[in-house]
C-alpha cells in the first residue's frame, strides 16, 4: 500500500485565515464551487441588495453552498456591499 502522502487535518490555526495550505484550499474551493464568471453571470440576471435574505439563500442553493459562503463571495466580486 502506498503510505507516500501527507495527511493535514483541521487545528487551532485552520480557521484563522493565516495558514497559507488553508487560505489555498479555500481559494480552490470557492473557484471550483463558485466560479467567478457564472456567479456573475447569474448575479447579473437577477441582482439583488444583500439584505435580501430570501434572494441570497436562492442563489446560494443554486451554487450549492451556504448563503454566508454565497455573500462573502458576491463581496469578493464586488457585486455586493457587505454591511
Known amino acids: 500500500m502506498d503510505k507516500d502522502f501527507i495527511v493535514h ?3 487551532g ?3 484563522t485565515g493565516y495558514d497559507p495550505l ?3 484550499a479555500n481559494q ?3 473557484e471550483l464551487l463558485m466560479p467567478a464568471e457564472k456567479v456573475r453571470e447569474t448575479f447579473g440576471e437577477a441582482p439583488f441588495d444583500i439584505d435580501d ?3 441570497l439563500r436562492k442563489l446560494a442553493t ?3 453552498v ?3 459562503a ?3 463571495r458576491l463581496s469578493s466580486l464586488d457585486l455586493i456591499v457587505a454591511a
Do not use: L, Q
Open 13 to 15: 490555526n485552520s480557521s
Open 9 to 11: 487535518f483541521r487545528d
Open 28 to 30: 480552490f474551493a470557492t
Open 70 to 72: 454565497m455573500a462573502i
Open 66 to 68: 451556504s448563503p454566508m
Open 53 to 55: 435574505n430570501g434572494a
Open 62 to 64: 443554486r451554487f450549492g
Open 22 to 24: 488553508e487560505v489555498e
